[in-house]
Nanobody, 115 residues
Framework: QVQLVESGGGLVQAGGSLRLSCAAS????????MGWYRQAPGKQRELVAA???????NYADFVKGRFTISRDNTWRTVYLQMNSLKPEDTAVYYC?????????WGQGTQVTVSS
């Protein structure tokens, strides 16, 4: 089992920045990808950014150039630096860890961007 705890969400004005953190614990051995997803009210959960064990990153088109995903070398913490935030970025942001065929989720952190 892998436990994930997100932090760093909050209320920010449009154009501002936030940094989300995801702390992983438990059996983190063999995690191959970690990512951030988001879900806005009435919408499906969608991928924001992901980072593989190799360090290769993947971003949704709507955050390219604004968000940066990073991790420490132990896989214990993954970050999402969010710059130039827009009101449409308002959502609950979830951390995800993929390990073999399993997928683990955190409980989410609310990000609200005011116009």
């Amino acid at each position: 089992q892998v436990q994930l705890v997100e932090s760093g969400g909050g209320l920010v004005q449009a154009g501002g920045s936030l940094r989300l953190s995801c702390a992983a614990s438990g059996n983190i051995f063999s995690i191959n990808t970690m990512g951030w997803y988001r879900q806005a009210p009435g919408k499906q959960r969608e991928l924001v950014a992901a980072i593989a064990w190799s360090g290769i990153t993947n971003y949704a088109d709507f955050v390219k150039g604004r968000f940066t995903i990073s991790r420490d070398n132990t896989w214990r913490t993954v970050y999402l630096q969010m710059n130039s935030l827009k009101p449409e970025d308002t959502a609950v942001y979830y951390c995800n860890a993929a390990k073999y065929a399993y997928s683990f989720w955190g409980q989410g952190t609310q990000v609200t961007v005011s116009s």
